[in-house]
């Protein structure tokens, strides 16, 4: 089991990623993270969420949900493995997306191409409808 944490711009987007998961992931799994460091947070700071996921196929759906949240960037740019989190959104991007694509299953080409879009780590485009 692998856990992992993300930061969501706004309520709204958490709102949206709840609906785009599919049934297999209930949004039930995610949970709000405290973290030793959120103290020190500007009171704006938007709160951190943490999920544990099983396979490489569930580390796909959420990545995916993600992908469909409209304004879902911010999810993209901070989900990190919990050991390596910082909930920063541009620093050290392209080492995260490195593990986060090293998670996915091979054969999820699309959704590699959607998530790196998403950070502008590439410059192939990719019609989210497709996904």
Excluded: C
Excluded at 77 to 91: A, V, W
């Amino acid at each position: 089991m692998r856990t992992f944490l993300f930061r969501a711009e706004f309520p709204e987007d958490m709102t949206e990623l709840r609906r785009n998961l599919p049934k297999k992931l209930p949004w039930q799994r995610i949970r709000r993270a405290k973290l030793p460091h959120e103290a020190k947070l500007p009171d704006y700071e938007p709160p951190n969420w943490r999920i544990s996921l099983n396979t490489k196929q569930e580390v796909a759906m959420l990545l995916k949900a993600m992908v469909l949240v409209d304004d879902g960037h911010r999810m993209l740019q901070t989900i990190d493995l919990e050991e390596n989190y910082t909930g920063h959104s541009h620093y050290f991007q392209e080492e995260r997306s490195k593990r986060i694509l090293d998670l996915l299953p091979e054969n999820k080409t699309d959704l590699r191409i959607a998530y790196l879009q998403e950070l502008g780590l590439t410059r192939e485009r990719f019609d989210y409808h497709k996904l």
